[in-house]
């Protein structure tokens, strides 16, 4: 059965950091890349970071651009986002999801978890 555990999440100053952690398990996950999604209120759900199955490559959206990091560890299961210098327009519930890499429209999401940024 697959599992995706999210944690990390949280209320932050503006400049503040967070690191989001997303650990999966039931499924190979060298096989999947991974991604972290956001929604902010009366938003549709954006992509913030990808990275590939084999970690050769990231892609991030311009908003997060020098300040988000996308990592993961597959000895541990787990993908992470290192968010720095948090502004009040990054609050939203982050989504960590996985497509698998041969079929990238099969995919896990994870339940989500709120990042709040005051001013």
């Known amino acids: 059965q697959v599992q995706l555990v999210e944690s990390g999440g949280g209320l932050v100053q503006a400049g503040g950091s967070l690191r989001l952690s997303c650990v999966g398990s039931?499924?190979?996950?060298?096989?999947?890349?991974s991604n972290w999604y956001r929604q902010a209120p009366g938003k549709e759900r954006e992509l913030v970071e990808h990275?590939?199955?084999?970690?050769?490559?990231?892609t991030y959206a311009d908003s997060v651009k020098g300040r988000f990091t996308i990592t993961r560890d597959d000895s541990e299961n787990t993908v992470y986002l290192q968010m720095n210098g948090l502004k009040p327009a990054d609050t939203g519930v982050y989504y960590c999801?996985?497509?698998?890499?041969?079929?990238?429209?099969?995919?896990?999401w994870g339940q989500g978890t709120q990042v709040t940024v005051s001013p």
């Open positions: 999801n996985f497509a698998y890499f041969a079929n990238p429209k099969i995919t896990y």
């Open positions: 039931g499924f190979t996950f060298e096989h999947w890349s």
């Open positions: 990275i590939t199955h084999n970690a050769d490559s990231t």
